[in-house]
């Protein structure tokens, strides 16, 4: 069974400081997608990274894949307090199109 | 709009009734997923269709929950006798699917479950 992993689990930050949120998942997957979910509010699609090696920017985001690894990064450049919010990573279930979410990395910018 | 709408927002119920929540996904959008999920974690995966057909259904879950897609266009999650257990937020998401190409989930708001 697939089990996908974040770390941390919470992020308290400062304002205008760099991050990198972590996640790792079990066995063999080429699909890892990043959502973003604010309180009371649904998932909003992120990333979408497809290969090893793959890597997608957008504004302060960054997101990166290792399969080899079974990893993938989301680095925040500069926060600013517009990035508080929940970010899930989802991994692809051996090309099933059943993605397994991790359990979230709740982050708070603090100004 | 033409986002993922799911009905009720709401929903209170005692323990043992039955439920039903509906959701009508982004037109022409081919797959559609259902999701539970409870305070503080992500959303667990409960079943998916592409077009009628359900391909996938998770183990966890009972046979007390049913799904239905019957004309590939909205979708009805039926949970029967509830218990305390079944309190979540039951999201779901579709999207448009060719083969092993990418796909972008868009997600509804959801429905949220209480059960007294």
């Known amino acids: 069974e697939l089990k996908v992993e974040q770390n941390p689990l919470f992020l308290s930050m400062q304002e205008g400081k760099n991050y990198t949120i972590y996640c790792n998942y079990s066995?063999?997957?080429?699909?890892l997608y990043w959502y973003r979910q604010d309180p009371g509010k649904s998932l909003e699609s992120l990333f979408v990274?497809?290969?090893?090696?793959a890597v997608k920017q957008e504004g302060r985001l960054m997101a990166s894949l290792d399969t080899k690894a079974r990893l993938s990064t989301l680095h925040i450049t500069a926060a600013v307090h517009d990035l508080s919010a929940t970010y899930f990573c989802?991994?692809?279930?051996?090309?099933?199109?059943?993605?397994?979410f991790g359990t979230g990395t709740r982050l708070k910018v603090l100004a | 709009d033409t986002g993922v709408s799911q009905d009720p927002r709401h929903k209170i119920t005692k323990r043992g009734q039955n439920v039903t929540f509906r959701c009508d996904p982004i037109?022409?959008?081919?797959?559609l997923y259902w999701y539970r999920q409870t305070l503080g974690q992500g959303p667990e995966f409960l079943t998916y269709?592409?077009?009628?057909?359900?391909?996938?259904k998770s183990r966890l879950l009972s046979d007390r929950f049913s799904a239905e897609r019957p004309k590939g266009s909205f979708s009805t999650l039926e949970i029967q006798r509830t218990e305390q257990g079944d309190s979540a937020m039951y999201l779901c998401?579709?999207?448009?699917?060719?083969?092993?190409?990418?796909?972008?989930?868009?997600f509804g708001s959801g429905t949220q479950l209480s059960v007294l």
């Open positions: 998401a579709s999207s448009l699917a060719w083969g092993h190409k990418a796909e972008k989930l868009f």
């Open positions: 066995t063999t997957s080429d699909r």
């Open positions: 990274l497809l290969s090893n090696g």
């Open positions: 989802a991994v692809d279930y051996s090309g099933t199109y059943k993605y397994i």
């Open positions: 037109s022409e959008h081919n797959r």
């Open positions: 269709f592409q077009n009628e057909a359900q391909l996938e």
